[in-house]
């Protein structure tokens, strides 16, 4: 559990306006400046999530630099997050401080079922966080807030329809008098998408999202606050299977049902160098799988957290010790094989955590993280993150880190099972691996660029295998080493209201596929892909542009036998979105996704919309 949001909105509030999209808040257990960590952060505050005016979280996130995304047909099926080449459930994701990764979905993020509407401000930390956050902090850290509703009394709504009978609606209010804020927030967002699998010519795969969230923080003295957020997630999608006979893509009737809620209250109290955060929460999930509306399975998951830190500032030091504790459940249930598959699984963790950030003069500084996690399930496991930051003139800085991640195995890779078809592996052990990163970066006026090489070594990595005896498929630790290297630069420019901002990244990712084998390119990982986004203002109206390149990546083909690599091609996303304020509280405005209309595939034999319309009106009063 992260127990420091509520210290990174403290810190907000004490920056001028605009300045808290300069915190960060997950590249140390305490938030520290951007300019002020040694680690490769990428933030997008509420000006630029309003500008590019995306709905799903997925496609803001793919437009910051070293992070490719997957997505299994249209909007509304499974969306993976990849950070500089680790696998989908190396990301960990906290969503106002709560640990949001599903225990009943392969410990993965569920970015499919995310929107942008209520959030004011996303982060993406890359690199192996795990010595700070511990397992699923592998590959890296995302971050959503929602806003603060000590921040003034506020009231806004949206309402969009669009291409493919496409239909959103939100709203979000705060009310801060005094030392109490209450604030809020609900969704809507469906469309009929698209046939993923015939392309125009079969059934059309379609979702709906719903969500709600309720903050309230209660701050009876400067230095002392008390709070509770909640949020609610439940969306309905629907998705072209597997043939049952052929065990080939089909162009199925499939549906899945998927609900998260999760609730996390906190306390802060902070006085004479000394800094106290307590916090818990409980995270519960479900996911129900149909054919043509008849039940197939279902899994369910739990985790309940809790943790303290503390911290003491000596002059230009900073010590942090914070211990916590995690217990995860996960129930499956089926319907197609009779209960055969059915599980009740459950395991815990308490981890003890240890930081030392150091200034030793105005241009150089340190920070040393260690962590210990004491599992119930596995060997214990100790983590090192250290990082330092150099700045040897004005305007340049060179910085350099070392990080050790780790990552528990799901519960579905220890213990899954379908008849004839997969069983999972209880003696795996846990993903580990250690890596480099350094870089330097320039910042002048309204410019600045920065260039960060890195290199990642995986062991004990998790992959598929396969029998062809008994044409069982299982999991297995791959003896050896799976490298990730590669370069990101990326760079920004303002200029009045304009701001332009473009990031490149080469990944070289490679694999171990079976144990023995040579390394193979990973799958699904571009090994060169680019960004650029633009948001500005000019008079009444208000302009986001976002431009995402995805060089050529490898994929598995499961439909021949045995089964082959195949190369996905490479495209183009454009997206632009134009609104005019009607009055200084209404904005009309048009957004055009995929605007070149490209055609391409995230996952082999998955089609993705093409070009599409949208149009709406946004409300806004308040502060």
Do not use: C
């Not at 990712?509 to 960004?531: D, F, I, L, M, Y």
């Not at 431009?547 to 089964?563: C, K």
Request: proline share 4%.
């Amino acid at each position: 559990m992260n127990p420091i949001f509520l210290v990174a909105a403290l810190a907000a509030q004490q920056s001028p306006a605009g300045a808290d999209e300069d915190i960060v808040v997950t590249a140390s257990r305490e938030p520290v400046a951007a300019v002020e960590t040694g680690v490769s952060a990428t933030i997008f505050d509420k000006q630029t999530l309003d500008a590019l005016a995306l709905p799903a979280t997925s496609d803001v996130l793919r437009l910051a630099p070293g992070v490719s995304v997957s997505t299994t047909g249209p909007r509304g099926t499974q969306s993976q997050l990849r950070i500089r080449g680790a696998e989908a459930n190396h990301t960990l994701l906290f969503v106002d401080g709560i640990r949001f990764n599903d225990p009943a979905a392969g410990n993965e993020a569920r970015f499919e079922l995310l929107t942008n509407d209520s959030l004011s401000r996303l982060e993406v930390v890359r690199g192996a966080q795990s010595a700070l956050w511990g397992s699923e902090a592998l590959g890296g850290v995302v971050a959503l807030e929602t806003s603060d509703p000590l921040a003034g009394s506020r009231l806004s709504a949206l309402a969009e329809y669009g291409s493919q009978d496409s239909a959103r609606a939100s709203a979000q209010f705060a009310a801060g008098v005094g030392d109490v804020g209450l604030g809020g927030s609900a969704g809507w967002l469906r469309s009929d998408g698209i046939d993923s699998f015939d392309g125009e010519g079969g059934e059309r795969d379609g979702f709906e999202n719903r969500s709600a969230s309720l903050k309230a923080v209660y701050s009876p003295l400067p230095d002392h606050e008390i709070g509770i957020v909640g949020h609610w997630i439940e969306g309905t999608s629907e998705f072209d299977g597997f043939d049952p006979v052929t065990f080939r893509r089909a162009d199925t009737l499939d549906s899945t049902d998927n609900r998260v809620f999760a609730v996390r209250g906190w306390t802060r109290m902070a006085k004479g160098g000394w800094s106290l955060l307590v916090d818990g929460g409980y995270l519960d999930s479900a996911n129900r799988n149909r054919l043509d509306a008849a039940p197939l399975n279902s899994t369910f998951g739990g985790r309940f957290t809790l943790g303290g830190q503390l911290s003491r500032t000596i002059g230009r030091h900073r010590l942090t010790a914070a211990v916590e504790h995690e217990a995860e459940d996960f129930r499956a249930r089926d319907q197609s094989f009779f209960g055969a598959t059915d599980q009740d699984r459950s395991r815990e963790l308490t981890a003890f955590v240890g930081e030392w950030r150091a200034d030793w003069s105005d241009n150089f500084a340190t920070d040393i993280a260690l962590r210990h996690d004491k599992f119930s399930a596995f060997t214990d496991s100790t983590t090192l993150r250290a990082m330092a930051l150099f700045s040897p003139i004005e305007g340049w800085t060179l910085h350099a880190g070392y990080g050790e991640g780790i990552a528990q195995p799901t519960f579905y890779d220890l213990f899954g099972f379908f008849p004839g078809s997969f069983v999972g592996n209880h003696n795996l052990r846990p993903e580990s691996s250690k890596g480099f990163e350094a870089g330097m970066r320039w910042a002048k006026g309204p410019a600045s660029i920065g260039v960060t090489g890195f290199s990642n070594r995986l062991e004990n990595e998790i992959v598929d295998t396969f029998d062809p005896v008994t044409f069982l498929s299982s999991t297995a630790n791959v003896e050896g080493k799976s490298r990730r290297r590669g370069v990101e630069v990326d760079g920004r420019y303002e200029v009045g209201s304009l701001t332009l901002a473009a990031n490149y990244t080469y990944l070289d990712a490679g694999e171990r596929q079976t144990v023995g084998t040579a390394a193979v390119r990973e799958v699904r990982r571009p090994r060169h892909s680019a960004n650029l986004f633009a948001t500005g203002s000019a008079g009444p109206f208000d302009l986001g542009i976002g431009l995402a390149y995805v060089g050529e990546r490898i994929d598995t083909d499961f439909d021949a036998f045995p089964a082959e690599r195949v190369t996905l091609g490479d495209y183009v996303l454009g997206s632009l979105n134009l609104a005019y304020r009607i009055t200084p509280a209404v904005e009309a405005y048009a957004r055009l996704e995929n605007a070149f209309d490209a055609d391409y595939q995230d996952v082999v034999g998955y089609n993705t919309p093409g070009r599409t319309v949208y149009a709406g009106l946004r409300l806004h009063f308040g502060d």
